[in-house]
C-alpha cells in the first residue's frame, strides 16, 4: 500500500460545514488568503485547490445567480476573472486555464449561497488526472508559497 501524506486536508475534514458563507467570511477576515477586495469583486485562493494557483472570483453582494447581478456588475466581475488570469499567466506560467462556475448543488456547487468563479490554471503533464484514477490531489507548492507570489500583482488591480 502506498501512502500520500495530506496533513492540510484534517483542517477541512474537521471544519465545520454550516458555519456560514466562506466568501462572505474572506471579505471580513482578510488573513485567510484573500487576494484582491475591491468596490464589487473579491478574489480568494481555493483552500482546497485542484492545482496550484486555484482561484475563486466573486462578487462583494451574497448572491447565488448570475440573474441577480447588474450589468455593471457583470462587466466588473468578468473584468475581475479575465485580470485573475493575466496575473496567473504572468506569476506562473501555465500552458492553459479552467475557467467556470457551477451554479446549484447538483451542478457541483459547494458553495451554492455565493456565486463565483473558478479560476484553475493548468500545466501540461500536470496531476490532476489522479483525481479521477485514485481519489488523489497532487499539490505541489503550499498554498502560502503560492499566495505569496500573487499577492503583490493583486495589489496593484484597480478594478
Given at each position: 500500500?502506498?501512502?500520500m ?58 448572491i ?9 456588475e457583470?462587466g466588473?466581475?468578468l ?10 499567466k504572468?506569476v ?68
Amino acid at each position: 500500500m502506498k501512502t500520500m501524506w495530506a496533513p492540510w486536508r484534517i483542517e477541512y475534514i474537521l471544519a465545520d460545514k454550516d458555519a456560514g458563507c466562506i466568501l462572505c467570511k474572506a471579505l471580513s477576515n482578510k488573513d485567510n488568503l484573500t487576494l484582491y477586495t475591491g468596490t464589487e469583486t473579491m478574489v480568494v485562493m481555493n483552500k482546497f485547490p485542484y492545482i496550484n494557483g486555484h482561484l475563486l472570483v466573486s462578487p462583494i453582494r451574497h448572491i447565488s445567480t448570475l440573474d441577480q447581478l447588474s450589468k455593471e456588475e457583470m462587466g466588473i466581475l468578468l473584468e475581475t476573472v479575465e485580470k485573475s488570469v493575466g496575473i496567473l499567466k504572468n506569476v506562473m506560467n501555465p500552458d492553459g486555464f479552467n475557467v467556470g462556475l457551477n451554479l446549484g448543488k447538483v451542478a457541483g456547487a459547494g458553495v451554492e449561497e455565493h456565486l463565483h468563479f473558478h479560476v484553475v490554471p493548468r500545466w501540461f503533464g500536470d496531476t490532476n488526472a489522479l483525481t479521477v484514477f485514485s481519489d488523489v490531489r497532487v499539490i505541489p507548492e503550499h498554498l502560502l508559497t503560492t499566495y505569496n507570489k500573487l499577492k503583490p500583482s493583486f495589489d496593484k488591480l484597480d478594478i
